[in-house]
């Protein structure tokens, strides 16, 4: 992890102890280090009671996830570490990430947690928490109020923070907001891009563009999409699903989360790969699948789509990856 503590950039590394016949690591190391005329110097060392699972940084502060713990810490006037806060309401805590005040926990299995962080008041306070037995492979804050989690039976979701709920159990319980197998162990999220292009300069607009990866290699992406763009991908989706059928296979029923609790259709999110199979296909195919779908121009206006509307709207959607 990199962080920045007293207005300078340092490296962070965490360590475990593993020993046979323990079941969790016991003793682990949070070590800091700066980069000082072209090397890293060890600058503080810091022993904990377990193994550092995740780094991240929060208001100039160290957070590490130590076996179920969730804790933060600030370099001293005398180059130390100081333990200043602790949240303790976890299995494993395996990754962590901020975004100003807010820190997001993806546990074992026990799904996401938000955590506000109160540096002032030198505590770490619990906010939302999906309370669904989920067993996480990689989180990321997509924004302030939206969690994007990976969980061990290949799918993708989507959880929601209502901070504006009527109750105080509608505010700490972070809502599902989308579904989607994506049929691959995903490991990682990162915000970013693989293109160098604006996305403002695509016909189709789209914000928030989160890069993703898996176990075998592969690198996906997820980005958020304007409602009424949403929409017609879906429509559009819907219809696609009835021409390409590779292997027989139902689209609805692959891209179905599931996993040993039960099964959630596909929602809240589009299948671009399917999307993008559109400019390939037969003419005659094209336009039997785009008649009567209606599309908004630049100006907000709905109109009659058309096969080459479909196909620059489609083109450009793949340009962003």
Same mark, same amino acid.
């Given at each position: ?22 079941? /969790? ?6 070590? =800091? ?19 550092v699972m995740a780094l991240t940084c929060c208001n ?15 370099? +001293? ?26 820190? =997001? ?20 306070? /619990?906010?939302? !928490? ?14 302030? +109020? ?95 699903? !009835? ?6 296979? +139902? ?63 489609? /083109? ?6």
């Open positions: 992890a990199l962080t920045c503590c007293n207005g300078n950039i340092y490296y962070c590394v965490g360590t475990a102890m593993l020993r046979p016949r323990e079941e /969790e690591p016991k003793e682990g190391r949070i070590l =800091l280090f700066q980069l000082q005329d072209g090397k890293l110097l060890k600058v503080a060392s810091q022993e904990v009671k377990g193994g100039g502060r160290i957070v590490a996830g130590i076996n179920s713990f969730v804790d933060i810490y600030t370099l +001293d006037s005398e180059g130390g570490l100081q333990r200043e806060s602790r949240h303790t309401s976890n299995i494993f805590a395996l990754y962590l990430k901020s975004k100003g005040d807010f820190i =997001l926990v993806g546990d074992l299995m026990r799904s996401m947690c938000v955590l506000l962080h109160k540096p002032e008041a030198k505590q770490l306070e /619990e906010i939302s !928490r999906d309370f669904n037995s989920r067993w996480m492979t990689a989180v990321e804050m997509m924004d302030d +109020d939206t969690f994007l989690g990976g969980e061990n039976s290949y799918n993708l979701f989507v959880c929601q923070k209502d901070s504006a709920g009527a109750t105080d159990e509608d505010r700490r319980t972070l809502q599902d907001a989308g579904y989607m197998h994506v049929g691959a162990f995903v490991n990682v999220f990162r915000h970013g891009s693989l293109v160098m292009e604006s996305l403002g300069e695509l016909a189709a607009p789209v914000q928030n563009t989160i890069l993703f990866g898996t176990v075998s290699g592969a690198v996906g992406l997820v980005a958020t999409l304007p409602p009424a763009l949403y929409e017609f991908l879906v429509r559009l989706q819907k219809r696609l699903a !009835r021409v390409i059928t590779p292997g027989n296979i +139902d689209h609805a029923d692959w891209r179905s989360f599931f996993n040993e609790v039960g099964v959630c259709p596909l929602a809240g999110f589009v299948d671009g790969d399917l999307i993008e199979r559109f400019p390939d296909l037969p003419r005659s195919v094209q336009v039997q699948v785009s008649q009567g779908l209606q599309m908004t121009d630049g100006s907000g206006v709905k109109k009659e789509a058309n096969v080459d509307d479909v196909v620059k709207l489609v /083109e450009d959607l793949t340009r962003i990856h």
